[in-house]
């Protein structure tokens, strides 16, 4: 898997954005840049080994290489969400613990995994599995289906936009209940008939 990741990065066309067939452009500001660098520092600082990438390029604009790290799981640093592109490559012996790693993060908001096996399908999207709140298979972590409820949990939210339940978030929810009749058949024993008479 490592080495079909390394095959795949090295087509990874970085250039405008807006020409054709590029897959990578720049970084939004310089200090995304610096976050960059300083975030690989402190990768290769607590263990992690940089196998593709890892450089600023020169020239206009904020451009760096994707970049693929080798790193292991307890790093502190992979419990830092850095908004650049790195990849972690995080070895792990199965599915319990390969779930056991993507949920240790504080963070929580997509995930995917990629699998023929429908027991590990539905053990990955179950009660048990992911506890993103976006919970993929077979596709990337990026975007949302268009009918689904987008949001994450933990430190990267708690609540959803779209979807099917999003009008609930426009509306206060209340419990109401209307005694339309002249008795009050909750009221244990105590008769109140003669206050209801005289009410309007």
């Not at 995917?112 to 992911?130: H, V």
Request: charged share 20%.
């Amino acid at each position: 898997m490592k080495q079909r990741l390394l095959s795949v990065y090295k087509q990874i066309k970085i250039a405008d954005p807006l020409k054709e067939g590029t897959l990578c452009g720049p970084l939004h500001t310089k200090s995304a840049v610096k976050e960059y660098s300083e975030g690989l520092k402190t990768i290769q600082s607590q263990g992690g080994k940089i196998l593709f990438g890892g450089k600023v390029l020169a020239g206009p604009g904020n451009f760096v290489e994707p970049t693929l790290v080798e790193i292991n799981h307890d790093a502190p640093i992979v419990k830092t969400e850095l908004f650049v592109p790195i990849t972690y490559i995080i070895k792990c012996n199965n599915l319990e613990e390969a779930i056991q790693y993507n949920n240790e993060v504080p963070q929580g908001l997509s995930s995917a995994m990629f699998t023929n096996n429908q027991a590990n399908i539905f053990e990955w999207i179950g009660p048990l599995g992911s506890d993103c709140g976006l919970v993929n298979v077979n596709i990337g972590t990026s975007g949302a289906e268009i009918g689904g409820a987008f949001g994450g949990e933990k430190e990267t939210g708690g609540g959803r936009e779209s979807g099917s339940d999003s009008w609930k978030q426009y509306m206060a929810r209340r419990t109401c209940t209307l005694n339309y009749s002249k008795v009050l058949p909750l009221a244990q024993g105590v008769d109140f008939s003669a206050i209801l008479e005289h009410q309007p």
